[in-house]
């Protein structure tokens, strides 16, 4: 299942700022460092579920889409000097797929539960299509455009290519572009940002007639992310765990007047998981490791299968512009738990993340009324923070250090303010700023598990 090669890091991405939706021609792309802003999110109307607009020849005339604590051992992998494997979340379509998990508790919702079994927040819509480009069974590029979209991402069924050719997954003015090789049958491409990607085939002129006539690439499916106002309607009741007024605001209106809260919300990752599902992950520690909850991803297959996005906030408090964030895979599961809801995992392409920093676990257990914030990704929007200074965040506090959540005496209970995604965000000490729980319960009071039986528990790996 899993193939030789290597998969390169996302260059550019729209966002969402200050609860705008990402217009598909909203903004220019801007190739740049880090801290360029790298597109605009404006107002847009609610967007149905649409099926792809086709380029005219050479590309292709497209079909509409229907809508559609154990260590982990990780799947082998080779890698070559440019390029590294796509990875699956499904099993070709002649194997049946996986069967999702169920760990809620009726009680109190999980923070990702109000909208997939898999109990993941949903943030796009699956489409299945049959498309086939190749030397001369099919046309060498192919359109996918779905207005409104935030992201196109699409899945090979096939991979088959002459030695030295590959296939490029790009938007349109290609500042944002990956290349992949042989070897990637039943695995993801990286999400494309904004509402359309362009899929081509790089051939050289060699190869007998016969010989041309077997090779191509199928694409089976795409994932298409879904608008603002399509979330909200998929998910009524999610401002469930939004305790009171929201007082959460974007991570970056923080740089001046509470300098050290905005360095550590650096630290989080939004997480696309399956093409369409989400979580907040953070990094723990020095070394290579993130953490998120356990009813977020379990297996190495599902965090090798998952983007995870540093950086992804606005860059101007309350504007529409993001930064560029900085996308890289999931790789290996190292520790998971279903009690306590964590995974610990790594990521490839370390070395590209480690500038944004680390969260420390406290080793003490909080005190009720211990003030607190939350870095997190609600809704899969630019990083926000809830437990601001001032009077309006007294409500984000440790209302009982002694909560149950799947086990007697497991969380932390507050009120500080979450939504759908913000599940395994971590919740931070005012006084310490280290984190103090793992979030993964809504509900107001909303619960995350204990960060000092965490620290116990993942000694070993930290």
């Known amino acids: 299942m899993y193939g ?21 021609s909203a903004g220019a792309l801007v190739a740049g460092s880090s801290a360029d802003p790298a597109g605009t999110w404006t107002e847009a109307a609610a967007v149905a579920p649409t099926a792809p607009t086709v380029r ?33 979340s499904a099993a070709p379509k002649s194997k049946p797929r996986k069967t999702a998990k169920s760990d809620a508790t009726p009680e109190r919702p999980l923070e990702s539960a109000t909208a997939t079994p898999s109990k993941r927040q949903r943030v796009g819509t ?5 498309e086939l480009l190749g030397y001369q069974a099919g046309p060498k590029r192919q359109k996918f455009a779905y207005p409104g979209a935030s992201y196109v991402k699409v899945h090979f069924e096939r991979l088959d290519m002459l030695p030295g050719d590959y296939v490029t997954v790009s938007n349109p003015s290609g500042t944002e572009s990956y290349r992949y090789q042989n070897d990637a049958d039943g695995r993801w491409a990286m999400s494309v940002t904004g509402d359309t990607a362009i899929v081509e085939v790089h051939w050289q002129d060699s190869g007998s007639g016969d010989t041309l006539t077997s090779l191509g ?7 298409r992310g879904e608008s603002r106002q399509e ?29 050290v809260a905005y360095t550590k919300s650096k630290a989080i990752a939004r997480l696309l998981i399956n093409g369409t599902e989400l979580c907040t992950g953070w990094r723990v520690g020095p070394k290579n490791r993130m953490i998120t909850n356990n009813h977020c991803l379990t297996s190495s297959a599902e965090a090798y299968d998952t983007e995870v996005w540093f950086n992804y906030q606005c860059a101007k408090c309350g504007g529409s512009d993001v930064f560029k964030p900085t996308k890289v895979w999931g790789d290996k599961v190292l520790a998971t738990d279903k009690t306590y809801d964590y995974t610990l995992f790594s990521v490839s392409g370390f070395a590209q993340v480690q500038k944004f920093g680390y969260l420390t676990l406290d080793t003490t257990r909080p005190k009720r009324g211990q003030e607190l914030y939350v870095p997190q990704h609600p809704s899969g929007e630019p990083a926000k923070i809830a437990g601001g200074k001032g009077e309006a965040a007294g409500n984000c506090a440790v209302d009982n250090p002694d909560y149950t959540g799947y086990a007697a005496h497991s969380d932390v209970s507050y009120y500080c303010d979450t939504t759908g995604g913000s ?15 793992l979030h993964h319960f809504g509900g107001c009071p909303n619960s995350g598990v204990r960060g000092d039986l965490l620290a116990t528990r993942l000694r070993a790996y930290l």
């Open 423 to 437: 599940s395994g965000s971590p919740v931070i000490s005012r006084a310490t700023h280290r984190v103090v729980a």
């Open 56 to 88: 005219p020849a050479p590309e292709s005339t497209m079909t509409s889409p229907a809508p559609s604590s154990s260590r982990i051992s990780a799947p082998s992998r080779a890698s070559d000097s440019a390029d590294r494997v796509l990875r699956s």
């Open 126 to 130: 699956l489409h299945r299509v049959d």
């Open 217 to 223: 690439v199928d694409i089976d499916r795409v994932a």
């Open 231 to 259: 979330s909200a309607r998929a998910r009524p009741g999610r401002e469930e765990s939004v305790c009171g007024t929201d007082t959460s605001t974007d991570a970056v209106c923080y740089v001046s007047k509470d300098p």
């Open 4 to 24: 030789s090669g290597m998969r390169r890091k996302a260059g550019i991405v729209f966002g969402a700022c200050a609860a705008l939706v990402l217009a598909g």
